[in-house]
C-alpha cells in the first residue's frame, strides 16, 4: 500500500524559504514520478513540479521555475521541494502524490495516490 506524507508546511514572509518533503512508502516501479501539487484557498488544485525517481528527470510549472527545486533521496524515500523567494500568491495546501506521465514539460497526469498535504501560508 503506497503512503505519502508531506511535512514542513507553515508561515513565511515574501521573500522567504520553506523545505517541503515527502516520505513515500510501499512504492512500486510503475510510481516512478513523485509529483508536488498545490490548491489555493477557492482554486483548483494544480501542479507544482515533479521528479522521476528512475533518471531524476524534473519538471515545472511556469510560475516556479528559478525559485523552487524539487529533489529526492531514494535512499530514505523521500522527496523534497526546495520553495524559495516565496510569494504570497504561493501560499496553499501543498500536496505529493505518484505520478505516471509528463506532457508537455508541466503537465501531471495519473495521480494514483497523494498525501494528506500540508499548509504553506506567505503573509506580509
Known amino acids: 500500500q503506497v503512503q505519502l506524507v508531506e511535512s514542513g508546511g507553515g508561515l513565511v514572509q515574501p521573500g522567504g524559504s520553506l523545505r517541503l518533503s515527502c516520505a513515500a512508502s510501499?512504492?512500486?516501479?510503475?510510481?516512478?514520478?513523485i509529483g508536488w501539487f498545490r490548491q489555493a484557498p477557492g482554486k483548483e488544485r494544480e501542479g507544482v513540479a515533479c521528479i522521476s525517481r528512475s533518471d531524476e528527470s524534473t519538471y515545472y510549472v511556469d510560475s516556479v521555475k528559478g525559485r523552487f527545486t524539487i529533489s529526492r533521496d531514494n535512499a530514505k524515500n523521500t522527496v523534497y521541494l526546495q520553495m524559495n523567494s516565496l510569494k504570497p500568491e504561493d501560499t496553499g495546501v501543498y500536496y505529493c502524490?505518484?505520478?505516471?506521465?509528463?506532457?508537455?514539460?508541466?503537465?501531471?497526469?495519473?495521480?494514483?495516490?497523494w498525501g494528506k498535504g500540508t499548509l504553506v501560508t506567505v503573509f506580509s
Open positions: 510501499g512504492l512500486t516501479p510503475e510510481n516512478d514520478g
Open positions: 502524490a505518484t505520478v505516471r506521465t509528463v506532457v508537455g514539460g508541466n503537465q501531471f497526469y495519473g495521480m494514483d495516490h
